[in-house]
């Protein structure tokens, strides 16, 4: 069966403190691998895509990066308004849908 | 502004009263799609349309109905509601399916 899975649930970090989230995925042909930042009660906001392993994307404090069996958001020195939930997703050959992780639930504290 | 609108933001209704959700986009995108959001299950596929007047089901697809009559609007009809579709309600646009979704603000909708 097709999964991503996201670990950890919630992380909770100082302001400056780095750290990075994890997405593995088992899925068969995997076509794109997607971040998405949700904050509470709001749809999700699309961060970046990867489409092979080795590829990676940065945005502000954010960086996303590509294996053949995980990705990795690696946060630079947050800042509390990185506080959010952050999803994964994956795509997958011949599938009209992308296939959610759980998400991790950040916290940055000031 | 490129955007996915739904409508409405809130809805609180009844067991068994028709309602319907809309959701509209401005970007021309030929894929739309549904998705409700449970906590510790995230988000899951109701339907979703490749174009007009095609669509098809997604993962959870029991107790809703969709329509594709234009290509910028895909509502979601729930004939029957029942408590066990109160959830966090997500449409989103594509320019095909394995590509990234814009989504919408959300409906939360309860039934009691």
């Known amino acids: 069966e097709d999964q991503v899975t996201q670990s950890p649930e919630a992380l909770r970090l100082q302001e400056g403190e780095s750290s990075s989230l994890n997405c593995s995925y088992t899925v068969s042909g995997l076509r794109g691998l997607f971040w998405y930042r949700q904050d509470p009660g709001k749809g999700p906001e699309f961060l970046f895509t990867?489409?092979?392993a080795g590829e990676e994307k940065e945005k502000e404090r954010l960086k996303a990066t590509l294996t053949k069996k995980e990705s990795f958001l690696h946060i630079t020195a947050p800042k509390p308004e990185d506080s959010a939930t952050y999803l994964c997703?994956?795509?997958?050959?011949?599938?009209?849908?992308?296939?959610f992780g759980q998400g991790t639930r950040l916290t940055i504290n000031p | 502004e490129a955007q996915v609108t739904q409508n409405p933001r809130y809805l609180i209704t009844v067991t068994g009263k028709k309602l319907t959700v809309t959701c509209s986009q401005n970007m021309n995108h030929e894929y739309m799609s549904w998705y409700r959001q449970d906590p510790g299950l995230g988000l899951r596929q109701i339907y979703y349309s490749m174009n007009v007047e095609v669509t098809d089901k997604g993962d959870v697809p029991e107790g809703y109905k969709v329509s594709r009559k234009e290509k910028r609007n895909f509502p979601l009809i729930l004939e029957s509601p029942s408590p066990n579709q109160t959830s966090l309600y997500f449409c989103a646009s594509s320019l095909w399916g394995s590509y990234g979704y814009t989504f919408g603000s959300g409906t939360r909708l309860t039934v009691v």
């Open positions: 990867l489409y092979s």
């Open positions: 997703a994956g795509t997958i050959q011949g599938a009209q849908k992308l296939v």
